[in-house]
């Protein structure tokens, strides 16, 4: 026996109590959808998880109609304090229940238990925590004395964290005063649905929180909605222009977190070893399906051959395999869609002439996988050096000098993250001030904290999520005009308010 | 070691240094190797620190931990009898099962040597070969505050009395005051005092006490330093000082010991000494090996824990495994 080959240490299932069926949670509770159901599955071996309902368009309208209700009847007009009760209840909820929804997580979206358990979860209950302590101190939000909510907030989130992009779009918004509709991806909604199950607990009032669940023909739905005064979207670019196409003249405001193809510079002077972990955690965590992952890597020419040598050691001591096993590091790939782009992505680079090397790791034989692989000889122009792959794929590209980086790291149309990896503190601010991103790492990668305001330049989007900031995207000031809302229902504002 | 292989040794650390041992010479080759970022270190070692080692690995590594530590006494009051007192535990570790292997090596002052190899008597050995070796330490432990001269017959003593292994403290004034060439020499010297007659040496393991050099560089520099200069095993803490061995810490130092082996082949071994007190922190350790330097690195002779109340923690736990439920501290032995 080798050591290394650790025994199994599945974490146990039996802490879930799933049901067969869920359906859509309106108004406080559960009911059947309209649209035909469907089946959410383990990615790790494709097995049936449960069956899931599918809102149409009047289950989306009678979710919206439950919110406004909820927003025009009880959320406006409570106090923040109040408001913010439910919030930390909500906070205390979810990490009593950790282990259930960290499991819940890894079982539907296949990412490693290690990951759900040690950073998605966690960071959930950080980022309620913290917009509960906002929800009585809007005044210091920046926008003058009682500024006032939006109403309804429609959000679309996807499937990389299903609940912690959950708990960025709905901790806010509820902070802030305003009721949501969210819509969670397809392949993902199961942490939702127990997250519906938790504002129960919590008592939450009907309708200040509806989930409707289904395909994209849902989101589109819940976003041209014409109740609907916000729309917060994240997922792929293509999307989010369709999305700011569909709200453009409604008077809707709109948040859109995109893709990336984030450059991470490891300069000559880098602390190599952590900036190999750096590397690793920036495109390896969550399969690398992590809009701000930190697909390009910028490597100095003069440590290019080593950082590559340390890379590959490193890569090949990552454990791929049972999403529910605590020792593994690599999980499952979240669909066959999203597994084929990744394998289409990879070929494409090979026949652009790029040297792919993929770590040595037994597949399984169901579900969807993928091995770490790493490109070397990545030209600028080459497609794996454009596109986002969004799965477990880097791109290493090289450098002579800090300009020839910044010039690097900047030509791409999205700009979400970036890293910086040198020992010297200077060149950190120099090059940070000269990267059009959104957020900038220094010696680390893939950091989150509720406190700090995360988003994008160009086609990654517009708005920024988390902080102060954040809570700017669900509020408006005391003094502007209130939507003027139509016989119909549709809101229309007057040009003040728009500008 | 033969006086040949000394030779080599000093002409290699020469080669890839490009020059002279001095100081300047140390000072641009230590301050040329790649910082430390103290966050990104002790987050790997945190990750490494979360891996679940259950069932049969978890009784694989229990035993593995045994066969790796060096059984250790050190104080002011230590007396024959306690010496021959914790010998017994080192062959015996579990009274009630002889299946339990017995721990790698006794380590005790200078003078109790004797006391140590008369007690063991058949069974002192080479732990691969089933016998239980005799550290000793030497060199004014634990301060090192002492002459050279001092130091030098500190250690040609424990050797002569039939130490095998020899735990040796570095000049750590001497360290943090840029005086590498000096710290250097002392090493080299040291290591010229673990030869016995019959031209075979003592191994030497050189403590860092990693709790005074405070920073991750500096401990980096530390163990690069001590290996060019012959080190064969290059060693946390005295245990007399705080912090002693941190994860984090073993980790670099683990770091410094792959690179040494991509750099020349060559297999260094680390110990981690003082503070780790429980199975559950020594398992960590090995997963921290396995993963960093490779499996290879889990044998006696290149990777040893110093410490003393570890053994009867580890057994317990072993005990708990064997039979399903926990028993209790009046269930394993003192020594």
New interface residues.
């Given amino acids: 026996?080798?050591?290394?080959?650790?025994?199994?240490?599945p974490e146990s299932r039996a802490i879930l109590q799933l049901r067969d069926e869920y359906g859509l949670f309106i108004d406080g509770e559960f009911r059947a959808g309209s649209g035909a159901s469907f089946a959410t599955i383990s990615p790790a071996d494709e097995s049936h998880i449960a069956t899931i309902a599918s809102a149409d368009e009047a289950d989306v309208d009678a979710a919206v109609a439950a919110a406004r209700r909820a927003y025009d009847k009880v959320w406006s007009r409570m106090s923040g304090r109040d408001r913010g009760k439910y919030l930390f209840r909500i906070a205390r909820l979810v990490q009593e229940r950790a282990r259930e929804l960290a499991v819940a997580e890894s079982l539907d979206n296949g990412k490693p238990i290690?990951e759900s358990r040690?950073v998605d979860v966690p960071l959930v209950a950080a980022w309620f925590f913290y917009y509960a302590g906002w929800a009585d101190k809007l005044d210091y939000a920046g926008l003058g004395a009682a500024p006032k909510a939006l109403g309804v907030a429609g959000q679309v989130i996807p499937w990389n964290f299903p609940l912690l992009m959950l708990a960025w779009k709905i901790a806010p918004a509820l902070a802030a005063g305003n009721t949501v509709v969210l819509k969670p991806a397809e392949t993902t909604p199961l942490s939702a649905l127990l997250f519906a199950e938790i504002l129960q607990q919590a008592d939450l009032p009907p309708g200040v929180v509806n989930i409707v669940t289904g395909a994209g023909s849902t989101g589109a739905a819940l976003v041209r909605h014409p109740d609907v005064d916000k729309v917060a979207f994240t997922g792929s670019t293509a999307v989010g222009r369709e999305i700011a196409k569909t709200v453009a003249g409604t008077g809707k405001k709109v948040t859109l977190e995109l893709g990336g193809k984030a450059a991470n510079i490891v300069f000559e002077?880098?602390?190599?070893?952590?900036?190999i972990?750096?590397i690793v955690n920036g495109i390896f965590f969550n399969q690398g399906q992590v809009c701000c992952a930190g697909s390009r890597l910028l490597v100095q020419e003069s440590v290019h051959d080593e950082v590559v040598d340390r890379l590959k050691a490193r890569l090949s001591?990552l454990r791929l395999g049972d999403p529910l096993d605590?020792?593994t590091d690599i999980g499952a790939i979240n669909s066959r869609e999203q597994l084929d782009r990744i394998r289409e992505l990879s070929r494409i680079g090979e026949e652009e002439g790029a040297q792919r090397w993929s770590a040595e790791c037994a597949i399984p034989d169901r579900g969807f996988w993928f091995a770490p692989t790493v490109f070397t000889g990545v030209q600028a122009s080459h497609r794996i050096a454009r596109d986002e792959i969004f799965g477990p794929v880097l791109s290493v590209l090289t450098f002579r000098t800090p300009a020839e980086a910044i010039a690097k790291a900047n030509n791409t149309p999205y700009g979400l993250s970036a890293g910086i990896w040198t020992?010297k503190g200077s060149r950190i601010l120099a090059v940070a001030d000269r990267l059009r991103a959104g957020v900038v790492w220094a010696?680390?990668f893939n950091r989150f904290d509720p406190s700090s305001p995360f988003g994008g330049y160009k086609e990654s989007g517009y708005g920024r999520e988390g902080g102060r900031h954040g809570l700017l995207a669900y509020l408006k000031a005391a003094g502007a005009p209130a939507a003027v809302r139509s016989r119909r229902g549709e809101p229309t504002r007057s040009k003040k308010a728009d500008s | 070691m033969t006086s040949t292989q000394l030779q080599t040794l000093s002409e290699r650390a020469v080669a890839l240094l490009g020059g002279e041992p001095d100081d300047t010479t140390l000072r641009r080759y230590l301050h040329g190797l790649?910082?430390?970022?103290a966050?990104?270190?002790e987050?790997?070692a945190a990750g490494l620190g979360?891996?679940?080692?259950?069932?049969?690995?978890?009784a694989?590594?229990l035993d593995?931990i045994i066969q790796l530590i060096d059984l250790t006494t050190l104080e002011g009051a230590d007396t024959p009898g306690k010496v021959r007192s914790l010998v017994a535990k080192a062959l015996t570790p579990d009274a009630a099962d002889p299946s339990c292997p017995r721990v790698a090596a006794v380590c005790v002052y200078g003078d109790m040597v004797p006391y140590a190899i008369d007690a063991l008597g058949a069974a002192h050995g080479d732990p691969d070969e089933g016998g239980v070796s005799v550290a000793a330490v030497a060199t004014a432990f634990p301060s090192g505050r002492a002459s050279l001269g001092i130091k030098l017959a500190d250690t040609a003593e424990a050797v002569a009395n039939g130490a095998d292994e020899i735990d040796m403290v570095i000049d750590r004034g001497a360290f943090l005051s840029g005086r590498y060439g000096l710290v250097f020499d002392q090493i080299a010297q040291v290591k010229q005092a673990c030869r016995r007659e019959d031209g075979t040496s003592a191994s030497l393991k050189v403590i860092l006490e990693t709790g005074e050099l405070t920073t991750y560089d500096n401990i980096k520099r530390a163990s690069w330093l001590a290996i060019l200069a012959g080190g064969d095993f290059i060693k946390t803490s005295t245990g007399k000082v705080q912090p002693a061995a941190t994860l984090p810490t073993t980790l670099l130092m683990l770091?410094v010991v792959r690179d040494w082996h991509r750099v020349t082949g060559e297999k260094i071994g680390v110990k981690p000494a003082g503070g780790i007190r429980t199975s559950k922190d020594a398992i960590k350790y090995?997963v921290t090996v396995?993963?960093t330097v490779g499996?290879e690195w889990?044998q006696p002779h290149l990777f040893r824990y110093g410490a003393s109340s570890l053994l009867n923690d580890v057994l317990l736990q072993r005990q708990k495994l064997a039979t399903g439920h926990y028993s209790g501290a009046d269930y394993v032995t003192i020594d």
Avoid: H
């Fill in positions: 026996m080798t050591f290394l080959e650790y025994a199994p240490a290690k040690d002077d880098a602390p190599i070893d952590q900036a972990e750096g001591t605590k020792n020992e010696n680390t | 790649p910082g430390v970022d966050v990104g270190l987050s790997r979360t891996r679940s080692i259950k069932t049969t690995s978890k694989w590594a593995k770091e090995l396995a993963e499996e889990l």
